[in-house]
């Protein structure tokens, strides 16, 4: 009997020490050095800002996807680690100009344009919303709306407004909208710097077949003098516009889970890969977007979570999405929930990694936190690692709607997004953010070693919960996860 206890009591401390816990697990496979080096070719001056459609974005899908194999992620479409997204590249206008009844100008800005030539009755239905829609004929006519809603009409509003407005429109058989834009002189000229050039898109987006311009109107007389009219006469031409396919690509991978059960549902972690490119010199005569903030930390984040997957899978399976296009516009998230290598019912889960920037290294600030049942997780395993996690303190930039994650909360999959530390939109993260300072070696290696664990741990916690996450009730994204998942 002496002999045997001896036997067990070794075997049994032995089995103690070698029990790994998921913190174990996650200080196993993240590592400070790891971090920098995937940072440091991701935003390197030689992939030159990886602007969407470059050939220099091509080598970090590249590296991205063999990444993905060294780790023993396996591919998820169809053997290959790379999901095809079709873009289409849209020249500007060349001459815009329009007329409605008296007045005639050319000061108009596309959000979605195609040659057009209109000729015909015009219609004004006040901010174009659904109910300006009721008892109205618009069919074959041009619609004039203010732009933005009652409740905000600053060009960020009106931008989020627009594709709702498009659908409208084109749901209720317009021929074309044109939009009232109160922005000033100012901003008038920085609006015509984005929406003036060239422009690049999904090619299978049907709703932008339909003209879309914004004219200035800063006073409101525009507004003023066709609210008075009884008829509306309107001409708008559009011309010069030339299309280009544009090869592109997300980058996909998977790792299936452990548990007989849990494994059906699916868990994403996704960031976007892309940047901004090359444009004007600073005064350091600098021109690239390196884009280490935004978003190689995030992308690699997602690397880090998928190395530590592959080697220690989770009851849940994975799927591992990095996607092209966010700058351009959300396109490879768009493109993909309308495209998904597996059903969007299994996806239980969308946990998105993008940045700005931080200005508090004590923290991680996860934008959506409380929006779903799972941010206790969140909030355990960034303490866990020494910091503190936080809902989105800057509410007013509309944070959640900016990044890929909306592309699968509007579906009705939970999706918050985790960021780098800030507790304001301040002048710190705006020196960084869409800049050509943001450069890799301005980072704290020693905080993003700790904001990457927590990410991973976090991770493993969402996916080895028993319990399938969802939307708190009263998000407004709750019905339309309920619908997904067939809850009712």
């Given at each position: 009997?002496?002999?045997?206890?001896?036997?067990?009591?070794?075997?049994?401390?032995?089995?103690?020490?070698?029990?790994?816990?998921?913190?174990?697990?996650?200080?196993?496979?993240?590592?400070?050095?790891?971090?920098?080096?995937?940072?440091?070719?991701?935003?390197?001056?030689?992939?030159?800002?990886?602007?969407?459609?470059?050939?220099?974005?091509?080598?970090?899908?590249?590296?991205?996807?063999?990444?993905?194999?060294?780790?023993?992620?396996?591919?998820?479409?169809?053997?290959?680690?790379?999901?095809?997204?079709?873009?289409?590249?849209?020249?500007?206008?060349?001459?815009?100009?329009?007329?409605?009844?008296?007045?005639?100008?050319?000061?108009?800005?596309?959000?979605?344009?195609?040659?057009?030539?209109?000729?015909?009755?015009?219609?004004?239905?006040?901010?174009?919303?659904?109910?300006?829609?009721?008892?109205?004929?618009?069919?074959?006519?041009?619609?004039?709306?203010?732009?933005?809603?009652?409740?905000?009409?600053?060009?960020?509003?009106?931008?989020?407004?627009?594709?709702?407005?498009?659908?409208?429109?084109?749901?209720?058989?317009?021929?074309?909208?044109?939009?009232?834009?109160?922005?000033?002189?100012?901003?008038?000229?920085?609006?015509?710097?984005?929406?003036?050039?060239?422009?690049?898109?999904?090619?299978?987006?049907?709703?932008?077949?339909?003209?879309?311009?914004?004219l200035q109107d800063t006073?409101?007389?525009?507004?003023?003098?066709?609210?008075?009219?009884?008829?509306?006469?309107?001409?708008?031409?559009?011309?010069?516009?030339?299309?280009?396919?544009?090869?592109?690509?997300?980058?996909?991978?998977?790792?299936?889970?452990?548990?007989?059960?849990?494994?059906?549902?699916?868990?994403?972690?996704?960031?976007?890969?892309?940047?901004?490119?090359?444009?004007?010199?600073?005064?350091?005569?600098?021109?690239?977007?390196?884009?280490?903030?935004?978003?190689?930390?995030?992308?690699?984040?997602?690397?880090?979570?998928?190395?530590?997957?592959?080697?220690?899978?989770?009851?849940?399976?994975?799927?591992?999405?990095?996607?092209?296009?966010?700058?351009?516009?959300?396109?490879?998230?768009?493109?993909?929930?309308?495209?998904?290598?597996?059903?969007?019912?299994?996806?239980?889960?969308?946990?998105?990694?993008?940045?700005?920037?931080?200005?508090d290294t004590s923290i991680?600030?996860?934008?959506?936190?409380?929006?779903?049942?799972?941010?206790?997780?969140?909030?355990?395993?960034?303490?866990?690692?020494?910091?503190?996690?936080?809902?989105?303190?800057?509410?007013?930039?509309?944070?959640?709607?900016?990044?890929?994650?909306?592309?699968?909360?509007?579906?009705?999959?939970?999706?918050?997004?985790?960021?780098?530390?800030?507790?304001?939109?301040?002048?710190?993260?705006?020196?960084?953010?869409?800049?050509?300072?943001?450069?890799?070696?301005?980072?704290?290696?020693?905080?993003?070693?700790?904001?990457?664990?927590?990410?991973?741990?976090?991770?493993?916690?969402?996916?080895?919960?028993?319990?399938?996450?969802?939307?708190?009730?009263?998000?407004?994204?709750?019905?339309?996860?309920?619908?997904?998942?067939?809850?009712?």
């Amino acid at each position: 009997m002496r002999q045997l206890l001896l036997f067990i009591l070794p075997l049994t401390f032995t089995l103690t020490c070698f029990a790994q816990t998921d913190a174990d697990k996650v200080k196993e496979t993240v590592s400070k050095n790891d971090i920098e080096g995937h940072i440091y070719f991701l935003a390197s001056d030689e992939l030159r800002g990886r602007e969407t459609g470059s050939p220099e974005i091509d080598i970090a899908a590249a590296y991205l996807a063999n990444s993905f194999r060294r780790y023993g992620v396996k591919p998820a479409d169809n053997g290959s680690y790379y999901q095809a997204v079709e873009l289409e590249k849209v020249s500007a206008a060349k001459d815009i100009k329009i007329e409605l009844n008296t007045f005639k100008s050319g000061n108009l800005l596309p959000l979605a344009a195609s040659n057009f030539d209109f000729n015909g009755d015009a219609i004004f239905l006040n901010y174009g919303l659904e109910e300006d829609y009721n008892k109205k004929d618009v069919k074959g006519k041009l619609v004039i709306v203010k732009a933005g809603t009652a409740e905000k009409s600053d060009p960020r509003a009106a931008f989020r407004a627009a594709k709702n407005k498009r659908e409208l429109a084109s749901k209720n058989g317009a021929a074309g909208i044109v939009e009232l834009s109160n922005a000033d002189a100012a901003l008038w000229t920085q609006l015509s710097g984005y929406f003036g050039g060239e422009q690049i898109g999904l090619k299978s987006e049907d709703v932008k077949k339909l003209v879309h311009v914004w004219l200035q109107d800063t006073d409101g007389s525009i507004e003023k003098e066709l609210r008075s009219s009884k008829k509306i006469s309107g001409k708008l031409s559009v011309s010069g516009i030339h299309k280009k396919a544009v090869p592109s690509r997300n980058v996909v991978g998977m790792v299936e889970g452990t548990d007989p059960s849990l494994k059906n549902e699916f868990v994403i972690y996704s960031a976007h890969y892309d940047h901004n490119g090359v444009g004007k010199p600073n005064a350091e005569n600098d021109s690239i977007y390196n884009g280490a903030r935004d978003n190689a930390v995030g992308t690699v984040t997602v690397l880090s979570a998928a190395e530590n997957i592959a080697k220690y899978p989770t009851k849940r399976s994975a799927l591992f999405i990095l996607f092209t296009g966010e700058e351009k516009g959300l396109l490879g998230s768009k493109w993909y929930v309308e495209h998904p290598v597996i059903p969007l019912e299994q996806m239980v889960y969308c946990f998105n990694s993008d940045n700005g920037g931080y200005n508090d290294t004590s923290i991680a600030t996860i934008v959506g936190l409380n929006r779903t049942t799972v941010g206790q997780h969140i909030i355990n395993a960034a303490s866990e690692f020494g910091l503190k996690a936080i809902d989105d303190p800057a509410g007013e930039q509309g944070l959640f709607d900016r990044s890929d994650n909306v592309s699968f909360a509007a579906k009705g999959i939970p999706a918050p997004t985790f960021s780098l530390g800030f507790t304001a939109f301040d002048a710190e993260i705006n020196k960084y953010y869409h800049q050509t300072a943001d450069n890799p070696d301005t980072l704290d290696y020693d905080y993003l070693e700790k904001f990457f664990k927590s990410y991973v741990m976090a991770c493993r916690l969402i996916a080895n919960d028993p319990n399938t996450p969802f939307w708190t009730k009263g998000d407004k994204y709750y019905e339309i996860g309920e619908h997904l998942y067939k809850k009712k």
